[in-house]
């Protein structure tokens, strides 16, 4: 009877919020095995984590589970490393992989900064894709025009 009236609603008794099966990126400072396996060992700690992935090249960490990401980011930061939500995409989701706020030198390759998009950055784009649209290896014309 108990699990008929969860599927109804219930008494309100066992209300627990399930959390759903997410994937939780982070950028994590790690530069020695030690590093790493301090960082596996607090974030492995974590309830409802299912899978770790650690790239120490990228310092990319790859938590997947039942976990809310503030708190693997606040684990990841009681080892004492500096760590941050991974803050790349790949660069070709991002129309304009090299302008100033997306480039980061420091980026794993193939990777740029994550940009937000605002409505100033909105209009300057609307004055730009002409010129770059212009010389794209797309444009049939490319050769004609140069």
């Not at 490393?81 to 995409?89: C, N, R, S, T």
């Not at 998009?117 to 649209?133: A, I, K, L, W």
């Amino acid at each position: 009877m108990g699990y008929l009236s969860d599927l109804m609603g219930g008494d309100g008794h066992h209300k627990k919020k399930k959390k759903q099966l997410q994937t939780v990126e982070l950028k994590v400072r790690m530069d020695c095995d030690g590093c790493e396996l301090k960082v596996k060992k607090a974030l492995s700690s974590l309830s409802g984590v299912k899978s770790m992935e650690i790239n120490r090249k990228q310092h990319k960490v790859t938590v997947t589970g039942y976990v809310e990401a503030n708190k693997v980011l606040k684990a990841a930061k009681s080892t004492g490393k500096k760590a941050e939500i991974w803050p790349y995409v790949p660069y070709n989701l991002v129309a304009h992989p090299y302008a100033a706020p997306a480039y980061d030198k420091k980026a794993p390759p193939g990777y740029v900064r994550r940009v937000e998009n605002t409505p100033s950055s909105g209009t300057m784009t609307s004055y730009e894709d002409p010129y770059v649209t212009m010389f794209s290896d797309e444009n049939p014309n490319a050769c004609s025009i140069m």
